[in-house]
């Protein structure tokens, strides 16, 4: 299960269990340690998975999971205990670096019980090793301390032609009895299997996600076994969905006959909701240093939209992100006292203490559970696998929201305003792009509510970018540009700036300009609204390019679209390792941006050829781009609207054709001819 | 390997020189220093604007004086100024420590506000496990500051306590990546050893101007020094090995060589050890002049003879190119130690050291003069005789002789053709080995015509804009041997990602490049050769009837290494280049040239460009040559690499214009 915080790790497929090679290796390297044992003999399951005789795979496999077997066994009292042993048959050289060992994580309620692996040389014989080859470490971080460690093992002379395999038993005493069976891989898998042992008296729910579902052997009362066969890799995209949405899993839950036990099982979104609440219960206290604080901030701010949106600008900017997790820590958030004396916490914490703030001048507000990666909660499989606490804020009446966009309405708690304190530049009315288009569980003393966070639309994220240029006789290019951003585009914008000195920020105009000029000066440069999120961001810069206009014979040609870039760069994810690619593509956010370019032309130049005008359209967004010249001053104008984030797979060809005619668009050059004053004067 | 008793973390004292305990007295607890109001106040380092944080000072003092008793320690003061919200990462600290031999046995800190408000650190030091297996245990103390916030002020401190009998490193890494107003080191060396014979010494690295070492009374030393520059990252930079300020200190072991005697003499003693150990490895006449009548002809002139030499030992298996074994891999594997060159030619594995002295065996064997080389890797080091300091010699190759010619080569480095170096070991100071006499070398200065990428390229273009193409590239000398070395552990079709990939990264985005084929592989003397094919949807552009093309499809990449404005550091190329293309432009049919941009040059002597393009029948055929003739650059030559590489862009991008003669007028 993961943490609740940004920086959580994933679980999943075996693969991210078998990634220690590097790791490992160069501990064991420098500690000069083996004690691998030759000569041993490999287990039988092993030993038979190992002799299985492998269909035909493309060249490219690096490796075959020949089998994958997870074996749960819950007792009475609640502990469970896991088996996991896998074979693998490597493929290739690229295999040492993804399944050269196995990498386990543990804490103080996940203990591993036994690890132990073994390589079968492809002459049979066998080398093994154990726990007492283990290397141990754990995760550091300038953003978080967590007692999560991992315990690994190198995979002795793990090359092409070598079966290696591992086992270990994991006991765990989990939080909440939800558990994931993940049977899908990056490399093809030729069996999975699951067998569960429960309690008698004890129920259980299986539910299947991107794989049909399949109905278990029962070989013994209580004991479950299902099977999967020939499961396909997932090879990994960028910018690809969550491994969660696209590969095969299954979700366990458990509901023990014991009512004591009972609370642990997350039935229902209401299951969760209350198992929170009651985890959360008086953290949220306000103490007297803290009311005492409130009544510093809001002292000047009149009504009441204006006290929070004093509260929630203090905690984006005074409250440092840093994490400390311990056990129940990563869920379970620091008292609001502790978090305000320390003035830094992670972002369940942040939540506590704003909480903690607005019920200082009486606003109730709710933790939502949310996770960073869209598409992954699924509200039809109640689970806590998140990893990220934001605030809904309850509106009172009277509030006018019209110019907050991240409010939704919950049937029972009314009007609930969505704000992430631990993002620090998206402001009060806003969410975070990462956090739109994806379910959230809102937590209520009467349960958890399920709820769509919205995907706010293309006019909230906003970048108008205007030019007045000049060019020359000679091709040179000065002027000035203008841009006004609000949503996403400021928020991006305002982090990059916000990071740096104010005496290194027009280095940021200079590398954004350097994108774009082959040469050139900037000449002057400013920024509006930087510190004030909810006002437009204004970013203007002059600049001065010499020869941006390139003379051929008696011609001046030029690319009328001068800086900026919509989106071309996404033209490389369609071909993934020379194959096309298999999964869908997420924008960021949904957006609508213009450019409007005047360049003045040099006395005596008529337009030899320009542009054709661009038209583009499809499901998901839209472009249009013209190019005119009138009175000496060529007028180029692009629009481009992202409307919906998500493109599927069988749009994928549409979306290319509509990038492939922006980046035609973005190169396309206007012609200019030199004439005589008298042909000029015809013309 | 360093001969001498140079402390290091993993150095036991040994128990000879436990000799006399004397108590001395305890370190007197730091105190926090007072802070001015001025630095409160600061808001950007004066003197280097623009960073996150500074260090405002610095304070370090390793005591070995009771390293016999227990253990040295070792005592770090840090006030650290944040002025961005980036910079508050520094309150957090981590403090990495090697239980086996070590502890920590205080760590605090506490934070000033703007105001000057103060807020202790009041909650827990917490423990992180980095690494723990078999004895090896390495964890690290980490607490995080209360309310740091851009403005503050942090201080922190910690105590190092080595177990008895131990000592740490001992040095004084001067420089971090902050700048640092003001520091000061303290070192007391173990009197003891001295009692003993073992003499404290220390050896300065890259002292900054106006740094000065003070020997006090109780023979402790101390540096004190201000504005010490932050090493930045950036690309191009040189090796940070060499830019570090340091001073180590180290004991002279009675009968071993003095670092302090002069280089002469102290270079002799390795000079004859080294020697020793050539004549007692080649020592295998019978062997080496068998393999010698193998391999070599009458008729051979005397390169010829070495360079048949040069492929025979190229074909050993080289270990040192393997992965790391266990010792149960290599006991499986039946793998056993050479003794000699005997061993290593009948068996036909051995280790990068033997198989240059295989090389110096049978070369000698066929008349030359040749011996060993140790040189201090560019990459990583600066060889600076005068500090006698072995320990910088961290490469070795090979020189040899025929008639005046001489040759610096590295058989042992695998994946190099004959006479080129890799670009860590050209241009690199050393010692060659002349039989009992040193001889301070540099190794010949690489030079671009020993590392080339020639890219051809037949582009076929549609009315649509797409193209088609075939494209060939030719990795020659050096580049060539850094690709076989980079991908030696992967197979066909590893190497085939991984070429491609390299390759798509010069062309336009959305291009779709394949590879068809890979010849040479295997023959490291001549050149790495890849062919393929590209599609691209859209290059160029039109304007009405006109298609308009930049000159040269393959990108400068490098004026992405030049994006910034500002610059820190001096510009280093790891080895001096060429890349010469050839583009053939086929325009589609009824497109005929309209106009063409003139040829440009540009000469810098150490960067060369030029570019041309003419008609050839129906086709245009663009050259381009590029030359980086030089190693390293001041950073003040900075802005006009920057400028240069700006201007390759625009001359790359320059275009021609092709005229559809079979449309009507303008729109």
Known sequence: ?683 | MNRILRCSSQVIVVAAVILMARVMPAFATVGWLPVSADDLALKDNPKEPGADAMILYREVTVDARKANISGDSLEEYVRIKIFTQAGTKYGHIEIPYDQSFETIPYAGGRTILPDGTIKDFDGQVLNSTLVRTGGVEYFAKTFTLPDVQPGCIIEYRYDRQARPGWLHDEGWTLSSNMYTREAHFTYYPNDIFDQAGYHAQYRPYLLPAGAKMKENADHSYAMELHDIAAIVDEPLMPPKAAMEPSVEFYYVTPGEPDPTDPPTKFWSHYAKQWSGEISHFTDKKDALNQEISKILSAGDSPEMKLRKIYARVEQIRNLSMEDYRTQKETKAEDLKPDGNVADVLERGYATGHQINLTFIGLARAAGFDATEVFVAPRNTSLFIPNQNDIGELSAELVWVKAGSQEYYLDPSARYFPFGVLPWYESEAGGIRVDGHTPTIITTPNPSSSQATIVRTANLTLQPDNSISATVQIDFTGLEGGMLRYSDRKDDQTGRTKDLESRIKDWLPIGSEFSITKIDDWDDIEKPLRVEGTLKLASYGSTASRDMLLPLDIFQATQAGDFAEQTRHNAVYFQYPYQEIDTITVNPPPGYKIEAMPKPQKIDLKAAVYDITVASQGNSVEVNRHLTIDGVLFAKEAYPTFRAFFGLVRTNDNAQMVLENTQTGQLN
């Open chain 1, 1 to 683: 299960m993961r943490r609740w915080c940004l920086k959580t790790r994933r679980p999943a497929s075996l693969i991210n269990r078998l990634v220690v090679a590097g790791v490992a290796g160069a501990v064991l390297l420098a500690c000069g340690a083996s004690r691998a044992s030759a000569g041993s003999s490999a287990p039988d399951w092993l030993s038979v998975a190992a002799q299985q005789k492998l269909p035909a795979y493309p060249k490219d496999t690096k490796a075959v999971i020949l089998l994958d077997e997870t074996a749960i066994t819950v007792q009475s009292n609640g502990d469970i205990y896991t088996r996991h042993r896998a074979a693998v048959r490597l493929m290739r050289p690229e295999a040492r670096d993804d399944y050269g060992g196995i990498a386990v994580d543990f804490d103080k309620d996940t203990k591993i019980e036994s690890l132990n692996a073994w390589t079968i040389e492809p002459d049979g014989r066998v080398i093994a090793v154990g726990e007492k080859d283990a290397i141990e470490h754990g995760y550091l971080s300038d953003l978080e301390y967590d007692d999560v460690k991992v315990k690994a093992l190198e995979f002795p002379d793990a090359y092409p032609g070598r079966v290696v395999g591992f086992e270990y038993v994991q006991r765990d005493r989990p939080y909440v009895f939800e558990d994931d069976w993940w049977f899908q891989d990056q490399s093809p898998v030729r069996t999975a299997r699951l067998i569960l042992q429960v309690p008698s008296g004890w129920e259980f729910t299986a539910n299947w996600f991107n794989h049909a579902e399949m109905k278990p052997q029962t070989p013994a009362p209580n004991e479950y076994v299902w099977e999967v066969d020939d499961l396909p890799g997932i090879e990994i995209e960028p910018q690809m969905p969550p491994w969660r949405t696209v590969a095969g899993w299954m979700g366990l839950k458990y509901f023990p006959s014991d009512p004591a036990l009972r609370a642990k099982s997350t039935g229902s979104w209401t299951d969760i909701g209350l198992w929170y609440d009651n985890l959360t219960k008086s953290r949220r206290d306000a103490t007297p240093e803290i009311r005492q604080k409130v009544a510093e901030l809001t002292a000047g701010a009149t009504g009441t939209l204006q006290k929070i949106r004093v509260l929630t600008d203090y905690m984006q900017r005074n409250i440092r992100y840093f994490a400390v997790e311990i056990g129940i820590g990563g869920y379970q958030p620091h008292s609001a006292a502790e978090v305000f004396a320390r003035q830094y916490g992670d972002c369940k914490d942040k939540a506590t203490l704003l909480s903690a703030m607005l019920r200082a001048i009486g606003i109730e507000s709710y933790y939502v559970i949310i996770d960073t990666n869209r598409g992954l909660v699924n509200s039809d499989y109640p689970s806590i696998d998140f990893n990220h606490v934001i605030l809904a804020i309850r509106l009172p009446d009277g509030i006018d929201d019209a110019n907050l966009y991240s409010v939704i309405d919950d049937p029972k708690l009314g009007r609930l305003l969505i704000f992430d304190p631990t993002n620090e530049y998206v402001p009060l009315g806003y969410i975070p792009s990462y956090l739109q288009d994806s379910y959230a569980l809102v937590i209520a003393p009467d349960g958890g509510h399920i709820e769509k966070i919205p995907l706010l639309p293309p006019s909230t994220n906003r970048l108008l970018r205007t030019a007045k240029l000049t060019l020359t006789p000679t091709g040179n290019l000065s002027g000035e540009i203008q841009e006004l951003r609000w949503g996403a585009p400021a928020s991006e914008e305002r982090q990059m700036f916000l990071s740096l000195q104010p005496s290194k920020r027009e280095e940021v105009f200079d590398n954004f300009l350097g994108e774009f000029l082959n040469s050139f000066q900037l000449t002057g440069a400013s920024l509006g609204n930087l510190n004030n999120y909810g006002q437009t961001l204004t970013l203007d810069y002059k600049f001065f390019a010499p020869e941006y206009a390139k003379s051929a014979g008696n011609l001046l040609i030029l690319s009328p679209r001068v800086v900026g870039d919509k989106y071309t760069s996404d033209l490389d994810l369609f071909t993934v390792n020379g194959k096309p690619r298999q999964y869908a593509i997420e924008f960021d956010e949904a957006t609508l941006q213009t450019d409007v370019f005047d360049i003045t032309l040099p006395a005596g130049y008529v337009p030899d050829g320009l542009p054709r005008p661009v038209q583009a359209s499809c499901d998901y967004a839209m472009y249009r781009s013209d190019t005119t010249i009138k009175d000496g001053v060529l007028h180029y104008q692009r629009t481009l609207e992202i409307k919906d984030v998500v493109v599927p797979k069988d749009k994928l060809p549409e979306i290319r054709a509509f990038l492939q005619q922006i980046a035609a668009d973005q190169t396309a050059a206007a012609v200019l001819k030199k004439v005589s004053p008298v042909a000029a004067e015809v013309r």
